[in-house]
């Protein structure tokens, strides 16, 4: 990224960060007057008016959509009247079929509700309308979306908070749940497999017996057959 930046020569308007997204997105939240003041002197030719953040990419479609919690309680009222929401520009994956629904639900889910808005993008007007865009197929029955919209102001404040918070806590008892019959399985499975070993072994065992037992009768067989063949040599 850096090098790309010199590349461009936009090095000055451009600060690189490699942290984890939650703790990204706080630490600059801790800062919003110093970074509107930064804006405020990269723009100063600008007549647009200067603002925290504009617009926040989160272009990792596998895991983007789950961290729109981080969003929930990053303002306070004044703040909000100060510095202008940000647009929030999400990718995330779909089945082909009913993908609207699949986005609303996980959009509940983690940022606490469906932001305001027409879901078609041929119908839109606003501009901080919902918008869902479909980027590309990816897999077969699989798409790839990018879901677009100005925060609401209730994430922001943390009004939907506790909502949210339950369906996180849930989430994340589901996947501790699912962990634990993982385990649960992959251990039956060990056990299961381990039986059939000890199964394997014991029919082994019983057939090398078998064999040994069917081969002393051979030759005890055989060597009666001798002895008769002998005695009727003599005989003659």
């Known amino acids: ?31 919003k007057t110093l970074i509107a ?19 926040v990419i989160m ?29 929030i520009h999400c990718y995330c994956f779909a089945p082909d079929t009913n993908a609207t629904q699949s986005i609303h639900e996980r959009l509940r889910k983690y940022l606490g509700m469906v932001p305001a808005g027409s879901v078609e993008e041929e119908e839109q007007e606003e ?12 897999a077969p029955h699989k798409d790839m979306y ?28 589901e996947t501790e749940n699912k962990n634990e019959n993982d385990n649960e399985t992959e251990a039956k499975t060990i056990d299961e497999a381990d039986k059939e070993d000890n199964n394997n072994n014991e029919t082994d065992s019983n057939t090398d017996a078998c064999t040994e037992t069917d081969s002393t009768a051979n030759a005890s067989h055989a060597e009666n057959t001798t002895t008769t063949t002998t005695t009727d040599s003599n005989s003659s």
């Open 146 to 173: 990018c879901v677009s919209f100005r925060l609401p102001v209730q994430v922001a404040l943390g009004d939907i908070e506790s909502t949210c918070t339950g369906d996180v806590a849930e989430t994340e008892t």
């Open 1 to 31: 990224l850096r090098h790309n930046c010199k590349q461009n020569e936009v090095t000055r308007n451009v600060q690189c960060f490699n942290m984890d997204g939650r703790a990204f997105w706080k630490q600059l939240c801790a800062d």
């Open 37 to 55: 003041q930064q804006n405020a002197d990269l723009n100063k030719n600008c007549n647009k008016r200067v603002q925290f953040i504009d617009h």
């Open 59 to 87: 272009n990792l479609p596998a895991i983007a959509i789950e961290f729109l919690d981080v969003f929930r309680g990053c303002f306070d009222a004044h703040q909000v009247t100060q510095f202008k929401l940000p647009m």
């Open 127 to 138: 501009e901080d309308a919902l918008r869902i865009r479909l980027v590309r197929n990816v």
